[in-house]
Structures are given as structure tokens and as C-alpha cells.
């Protein structure tokens, strides 16, 4: 919640109540609805923009989430804490693209926790990959198996059983030297099968264990960013709202908002915050009510109030907030 003394200088809005007021339109629903308001083009500009500028914050925190040490690394756990931390961070990014389709907004927050959960695998396998391959020693025994190979020689005037054996011994040398020599597997299954080692799952397994938390990570970062897009947003002159004023209340509640409150509900309430939100529109603030009580609190956006409750709301706040 914003201070309480907290008021904006350059919107005089609050203050004339008595200029025409235009009625305010509560948000949309449904995405179809407002952006019908605008050309296709604006709406597929806008998402692109966010959509990029997400994409390349989630990588940035796919890299950070990568720095983390091997016993961080939970399957399921961490991915969807790395989802909620894309979605915190592309949330705020939507204001200045004002992106406020939230079911846009949906699609953009799971590809961006997708791709940073993706990033994160990827140097996550580079790096136990290149740790194997530098772990991995050929063994003493394959130098001296090659070295027998090499020595051996095909017997003169050897029958037929005696070659037989000889190309016998050599093939036993060679598989076993080919074996010693070949370097473990490090493809992205196999490292998806190391990470699941502890559940002893198989590369089948483990591959839908890996796009199982990209489904997580989405999800939580799409939770964000809808949440985000969400927020209040006047379509009509497509700006975000901004509070520029807030105070709370004790109960019991002041007149000009207890016709807003039924009478059963009044009995519980312990206290009220009243917020005046508004946008670049020269229209009356909205005024969005949260009323408290000891088991609950409840949000009441956008509150209608005659031009007289208005009036006598906005002499109890400059009271209360000393601007009288």
C-alpha cells in the first residue's frame, strides 16, 4: 500500500469534482475486447517488444541460476522457483510496453521461464560434460594392451587354427583398447539421466523429468506475468493507473463510504484503506476500497460513488491528511 500523505502534484483531478465527469468503464474481461481498440499491428508490436526484451532477461537469469552449486540443483524445486523469479522480473517490464492482454501475457511469461530454465540445462550440461571429460584417465592396462597389439605378429607357415587364434587375440585387444579408449557419454540425455540418477530413472525418464520443469517454470512465470498484465489499465487512453492517494481507516467506516458496505458486512469490519487511482484521462479518480476484518480482508475495486459521497470523501481525506 502507498504511504498515506501520498498524493500526486500534477494531477489536479482529485481536486475538481465538480468538473463533468465521463463514466469509467471497468476493465475488459476478455483480451478480444480491448484489443479490438487498437490496430492488429499495435497489439503485435507491443507483445513482440515485451515478448524480447522478457526473452533476454530470462536468459540473464538463466545464466545467475546456472552459477548455482550442484546441491541447489532440485528437479522440479528449482525450476519453479527460477520460474517466479522470470515472472517477478518480466512483470514490470510490461509497464513501459504497456502490455495488458493477459492472456498474451500468459503465452510471453511461459516462453520466457521456459527458455530460462533451458539456458540454465544447457551450461549446466557444458560444464559436467567438460568436468567428465577432464576426470576421465585411460587406464594402465590399455597402454600395455596396445603395446602387446602392436608386438604381435602374424606366425609363418602357421595352419589354419593358429591364424584362427591369432586374429582371435588381436580382436580381443583391439575391442578392449576401442573401449578403454572411447570417452563416456556426455550428450544432454545423458546428463538428464545423471541428474535423475538418485531416482533411478533412464533416459526416458529423465528426459520427461526435464520437460516436466520446463511446464513448471512456465506456469509459475505466467502466473506473474498475467498478474502483472492484469493490473489496471485505462484503455481509453492506454495508460497504466497510478494511486495518487491513500488512507486508511478505523471502523466504523466514514458516511461517504458505508452505502458501499452492506449493513451485515459493517459489523465484521475492522478497518478500510481507500486508494484514488487514476490515469491520464480528465476523468475522477477510481476509488478501489479494501475493507479488513479479523479473519479476511477484502478488495473492492472500482467503488461507485454519487458526485455528493465523492465530494464529501474528498473533504475527509484533505481532513485526515492535513490539506484542508
Request: hydrophobic share 45%.
Amino acid at each position: 500500500m502507498p504511504d498515506s500523505d501520498q498524493t500526486d502534484s500534477n494531477d489536479d483531478s482529485a481536486d475538481a469534482p465538480s468538473k463533468p465527469v465521463v463514466p469509467i468503464a471497468p476493465p475488459a474481461a476478455d483480451d478480444s475486447a480491448v484489443a479490438s481498440k487498437l490496430p492488429p499491428n499495435a497489439v503485435g508490436l507491443r507483445f513482440c517488444a515485451w515478448l524480447g526484451v522478457s526473452l533476454v532477461l530470462a536468459i540473464l537469469l538463466g545464466v545467475v541460476f546456472s552459477a548455482l552449486p550442484a546441491r541447489f540443483r532440485l528437479l522440479g524445486l528449482l525450476s519453479i522457483a527460477q520460474g517466479f523469479a522470470v515472472g517477478a522480473v518480466i512483470g514490470p517490464a510490461a509497464k513501459p510496453f504497456r502490455m495488458h492482454l493477459s492472456k498474451l501475457a500468459v503465452i510471453g511469461g511461459f516462453v520466457a521461464g521456459a527458455a530460462s530454465v533451458g539456458v540454465t540445462a544447457v551450461l549446466w550440461w557444458q560444464s559436467w560434460a567438460k568436468q567428465l571429460e577432464q576426470s576421465v584417465t585411460p587406464r594402465p592396462d590399455a597402454a600395455i594392451a596396445a603395446q602387446m597389439l602392436a608386438q604381435m605378429k602374424e606366425p609363418a607357415d602357421a595352419d589354419p587354427e593358429q591364424l584362427k587364434a591369432y586374429e582371435e587375440s588381436r580382436r580381443q585387444f583391439s575391442e578392449f583398447i576401442d573401449a578403454e579408449a572411447a570417452p563416456p557419454e556426455s550428450d544432454f540425455t545423458a546428463w538428464l539421466t545423471h541428474r535423475a540418477s538418485l531416482l533411478k530413472a533412464g533416459p526416458t525418464t529423465a528426459i520427461a523429468l526435464g520437460l516436466l520443469e520446463l511446464l513448471l517454470a512456465g506456469a509459475a512465470s505466467s502466473l506473474l506475468a498475467r498478474a502483472a498484465a492484469n493490473s489496471p489499465f485505462c484503455s481509453q487512453c492506454q495508460n497504466w493507473r497510478r494511486v495518487v492517494r491513500s488512507q486508511s481507516f478505523a471502523a466504523p467506516l466514514p458516511d461517504s463510504l458505508r452505502a458501499t458496505v452492506s449493513d451485515s458486512e459493517l459489523e465484521s469490519v475492522t478497518g478500510a484503506t481507500v486508494e484514488l487511482s487514476a490515469c491520464g484521462c480528465k476523468q475522477r479518480p477510481q476509488i478501489n476500497l479494501q475493507l479488513s476484518s479479523s479473519n479476511a480482508v477484502r478488495q473492492l475495486p472500482d467503488v461507485d460513488l454519487s458526485e455528493q459521497q465523492f465530494s464529501e470523501l474528498k473533504r475527509l481525506l484533505d481532513e485526515v491528511q492535513g490539506m484542508s
